[in-house]
């Protein structure tokens, strides 16, 4: 079974709202958590890293202030995307390494911005 | 910075045939690395995980190995099913458990 849940699998949004995206580890804790996105026709890119109880460390490019992290206890993440624009629609995805051996991921998040 | 680089980007085969897919990497000091399949707007599943320690590992007909020095790994898929058709992605994990995609390879196989 899953070890990993995300929620929502799927949401659709007024362009200017914001967007709460949630990652949870089921059976162990995790005190960092990893969060990707992916376009359409590409890749997983990586765009920060969620750390619990310290600030997330985001990869270039990837603004902070938008894509807002908060890792509050040691088996959820949350990914908010604040202020959505048709541009941010994306297939969003998060990963919790399990005592540091595989990184198991959540099932995704498909965000659409209208 | 970690590249991976998948190859080829497409592949069409038809149906009980045996195929091979590939991925490199540029920085060789790897955790693990995994690869993935990803149906047409899902999620991913995971296939086979190779530790940095280790050469291959075989589920059923899937079979990866890696190359660890000198910055390969191949994913080999026997007696391909119509139901194989997916995309595949390589990761990279390193010591933080933080993972670098390939771009993936996008699999038909023709009944």
């Known amino acids: 079974g899953a070890v990993v849940s995300q929620h929502p699998s799927w949401v659709i949004c007024k362009s200017g709202t914001s967007v709460k995206i949630e990652c949870r580890s089921l059976d162990f804790q995790a005190t960092t958590m990893f969060w990707y996105r992916q376009f359409p026709k590409q890749s997983l890119m990586l765009m920060a890293t969620s750390n619990e109880g310290s600030k997330a460390t985001y990869e270039q490019g990837v603004e902070k202030d938008k894509f807002l992290i908060n890792h509050a206890s040691l088996t959820l993440s949350t990914l908010t995307v604040t202020s959505a624009h048709p541009e941010d629609s994306s297939f969003y995805i998060c990963?919790?390494?399990?005592?540091?051996?595989?990184?198991?991921f959540g099932q995704g998040t498909r965000l659409t911005v209208v | 910075k970690q590249e991976v680089t998948q190859i080829p980007a497409a592949l069409s085969v038809p149906e009980g045939e045996n195929l091979v897919l590939n991925c490199s990497f540029t920085?060789?000091?790897?955790?693990?690395l995994q690869w993935f399949r990803q149906d047409p707007g899902k999620g991913l599943t995971s296939l086979l995980l190779i530790q940095s320690s280790q050469r291959e590992q075989t589920s059923g007909r899937l079979n990866a190995s890696l190359d660890k020095s000198s910055g390969r790994s191949t994913l080999y898929i026997a007696a391909s099913q119509p139901g194989d058709s997916a995309t595949y992605l390589c990761?990279?994990?390193?010591?933080?458990?933080?993972?670098?995609f390939g771009a993936g390879t996008r699999l038909t196989v023709k009944p």
């Open positions: 990963s919790a390494p399990r005592m540091n051996t595989e990184a198991f």
């Open positions: 990761a990279v994990g390193n010591n933080n458990n933080d993972m670098r």
């Open positions: 920085d060789s000091a790897i955790y693990n």
